[in-house]
């Protein structure tokens, strides 16, 4: 079942419930007394709505990156992006201080501001891979959520995710002690983690008995290109604790979208390569991809997201969009469901 229909040609279910802009206003200016009354209402997938693990946050079950804003996308860009995103009913954004060097943040800040929706928004933030404020320590913990928040212009960080990355010698019982500071002074909800080990997680959980604040959620970079790392250990323990898996690059670097056919264009795909298996498995996957793109008539990307949503433990994919017609096909991956079929020959696929 398709729970969305987007793009050139197609009937556009989604009402809007705030006009996409081209410029990033200071204040959202009143309609001329003569405008005509337009029809407003919620986007298609306001009610859908999956649980962030125990926090009580409940998402979109796509969250949308900022990691192009400021970089591939300009300021204007960004905001249509994101107004084309809440139309659709999406709810969630996720970005970090180190994306675009705190440019991404700004952006959010500034859309956050002149649309007045900071309620309606479930933001994350990763922290830890800023050069300012390096690592998890505490010290530069606190400095990195204050600049975050300096930046984005709010009060609250829904999700903080820690960035275990960097290993900075911190030990991750004064980062935890820090963190449960910024949740008792009201400046981060929930705590989640990036690139953290099996062992580190089931650490934290140790922690956590102790009184701790516990970590809810898990950005780990997993597709179908990308299965390795998360498939094992991290998967196991993930669904032990009940963690709310979000995988970033959920896309590939835009490989999975079906953009990238070319050996011109797959050298520009960090982290590509083109000889070997990895080159002969990258086509297998994207014939499969075309094949139940073309079966139920969604982009190919919609399949790549589709994929992922089906996967255990996975509950909200992380993907990064330049422009608004990427969101109107990323949109899709939220509302289609494969077959055991198609599911099956994409997993073979991916090998």
Known sequence: MRLFSVGPGASDTATTSAAPASTVPETVPLPHPSAPIPVVGPGVGTGLRVPIAETGIRTFPLILGGAEFGWNADADTAIRILDRYVEFGGNAVHTADSFAAGRSEHIIGRWLSARGNRDDIV????????????????????????????????????????????????????????????????????????????????????????????????????????????????????????????PSHALEHGFLSGRHRSKQALQGVRGMQLRGNINRRGIKVLRALDLAASELHVPVAAIAIGWLLAQRTITAPIVNAFATDQVDELIQGAGVTLGRAQLAELTKAAG
Not at 140 to 159: H, K
Not at 162 to 189: C, H, I, P, Y
């Open 123 to 246: 933001l994350s933030v990763r922290v830890g891979g800023h050069p300012d404020n390096p690592g998890l320590g505490p010290i530069n913990l606190v400095r990195a959520v204050e600049g975050s928040l300096t930046r984005l212009g709010i009060e609250r960080i829904d999700v903080l995710y820690l960035d275990g990355t960097l290993d900075d010698g911190s030990a991750l019982e004064d980062t935890l002690a820090t963190a449960e500071w910024l949740v008792e002074t009201g400046k981060v909800r929930a705590l989640g983690a990036f690139g953290f080990s099996a062992e580190r997680l089931v650490e934290a959980r140790i922690l956590a008995s102790a009184g701790y604040p516990r970590i809810e959620a898990l950005d780990e970079p997993y597709n179908l290109m990308r299965r390795q790392d998360f498939e094992g250990d991290l998967r196991l323990v993930s669904a032990a604790q009940g963690l709310a898996v979000t």
